[in-house]
């Protein structure tokens, strides 16, 4: 199976109410898709990162009443899981879909991340392209354009990332009709291009590649 892109029908999952029909219309429309990024940027990351990386599909399984309001599959070292480490992201929400890296807030790598990002604020500024965005909350759709983010932005986002519940992400987000008309190919490119702009941050939390 080859990525064919996104649709309209695949935002429009985060539309349908309910937990139950919600889940059924993400695992019959978005999720084989996620399911092919995974296979795909699985083997893109390894050879950009020069390490194994595997991808993880969010099942929202824990969830008993409230629906998903975004999916994604995220990539980390660790063949077990992704959210204790620093991990690339290819996500959808209704209004948008996005590329990002980060940590979120069950990772115990926070406080190196946040310390490193205050020791190389200015490179970090000036390597984060404007066009991109920062996260400080991965269950927030609203971000942060990273062209209004200077060194003292930076260092108050890192203050948040070393916190009990910080977390800090960074890419670049399509709107839902951009995300639509790109097609597969411009799609990939776009996410491809876009993690390659954010490499030079892995290295600040990478930690040791994870076997099973």
């Known amino acids: 199976m080859e990525f064919v892109g996104f649709t309209d029908e695949d935002f429009a999952v985060f539309e349908v109410p309910g937990l139950e029909a919600?889940?059924?219309?993400?695992?019959?429309?978005?999720?084989?898709?996620?399911?092919?990024?995974?296979?795909?940027?699985?083997?893109?990351?390894s050879d950009l990162l020069e390490e194994p990386m595997y991808a993880h599909v969010a099942k929202h399984a824990r969830r008993t009443v409230n629906p998903p309001e975004d999916s994604w599959v995220a990539f980390a070292a660790d063949r077990r899981g992704y959210k204790k480490h620093p991990h690339f992201q290819i996500g959808v929400w209704r209004t948008h879909a996005f590329a990002t890296f980060g940590l979120i807030s069950e990772s115990p790598h926070r406080a190196r991340f946040a310390a490193q990002l205050r020791a190389h604020a200015a490179e970090v500024v000036a390597a984060i392209p404007g066009h991109f965005v920062w996260i400080p909350d991965?269950?927030?759709?609203h971000a942060i354009p990273a062209a209004t983010v200077d060194e003292a932005g930076l260092l108050r986002l890192a203050?948040?990332?070393?916190?009990?519940?910080?977390?800090?992400?960074?890419?670049?987000?399509f709107a839902r009709a951009?995300?639509?008309?790109?097609?597969?190919?411009?799609?990939?490119d776009a996410v491809k291009e876009a993690f390659r702009a954010l490499k030079p941050l892995y290295p600040l939390i990478q930690t040791e590649v994870f076997q099973a």
């Open 22 to 45: 919600r889940m059924d219309a993400l695992k019959r429309t978005l999720r084989p898709k996620l399911e092919q990024l995974g296979r795909d940027f699985a083997a893109f990351l």
């Open 138 to 141: 991965h269950t927030d759709p």
């Open 159 to 173: 203050d948040r990332l070393d916190t009990r519940q910080g977390e800090l992400l960074t890419g670049v987000t």
């Open 178 to 188: 951009q995300t639509v008309a790109m097609g597969p190919a411009a799609f990939a």
